[in-house]
């Protein structure tokens, strides 16, 4: 699965060390997400998106091999 | 007694088994000695018998057959062999089975990952002693596997944590 979270995390000025705090877990976590070696769950995907005020679709979408 | 109604608590609930922080730390300190023990057992243990104290306890001690006594009775262990090893096994169980400072959903993959690794690596282990060692030997064989899945489950998931961590992507 694809994700634009190092983007958005740029855009709106954020480590991944304020992101994990702001959703409750580690930077590992956040950075694990990021290199796609980790698919979050939706729990946790749509804290993420709220935390950037973007849709699921606009930080998350499916590769061609999901 | 505590832990044992946590677990079940948890588990009625169908909560996470995992037990608090805390636990983690009470593992490592039973789990250290107990390792270097078993270590110094393993290694000059059976040439160097100068201190083996017994004690008596309650169990089912062998085949009926082959001593004619009751199968449950009274009678003497060694101390050594048997305290470490009860040790190592609380401490072990104390590591594995306590959560992390800070427990989300990825440290619960990488829970998962361990778990899976080490139970597989312990049956190829198991595996390759079945057909590498025979007769009295594979006793020890045994003995040893009661603790592989432990040891091979703390070094994975502390190898993972640990890789995780230095693998900085920022």
Request: hydrophobic share 45%; charged share 15%; aromatic share 16%.
């Amino acid at each position: 699965m694809n994700n634009k979270i190092k983007i958005e995390r740029a855009v709106n000025n954020l480590t991944q060390e304020q992101l994990a705090e702001k959703v409750s877990v580690t930077r590992q976590t956040i950075n694990a997400i990021e290199l796609k070696k980790f698919v979050p769950s939706t729990v946790l995907a749509m804290k993420i998106c709220k935390v950037f005020n973007k849709t699921i679709e606009e930080v998350f979408g499916l590769e061609d091999t999901d | 007694m505590y832990i044992i109604i946590y677990i079940w608590q948890n588990y009625t609930n169908m909560k996470s088994l995992l037990l608090p922080q805390v636990y983690k730390k009470i593992g490592w300190f039973l789990l250290f000695p107990a390792f270097i023990a078993g270590l110094y057992l393993l290694i000059w243990g059976t040439t160097t018998n100068t201190y083996n104290p017994r004690i008596k306890t309650y169990g089912y001690f062998g085949s009926v057959f082959a001593s004619g006594k009751p199968v449950i009775r009274f009678d003497y262990i060694e101390l050594i062999p048997n305290l470490f090893s009860i040790l190592f096994l609380a401490g072990g169980i104390l590591v594995m089975f306590s959560k992390e400072k800070k427990e989300d959903e990825y440290i619960n993959q990488i829970r998962l990952n361990a778990l899976q690794y080490a139970v597989f690596v312990n049956y190829i282990l198991l595996f390759l002693c079945m057909i590498s060692i025979h007769s009295f030997e594979f006793l020890n064989v045994l003995f040893y596997n009661l603790f592989t899945i432990i040891i091979i489950y703390i070094l994975r998931f502390h190898f993972l944590i640990y890789k995780n961590s230095t693998n900085n992507n920022e």
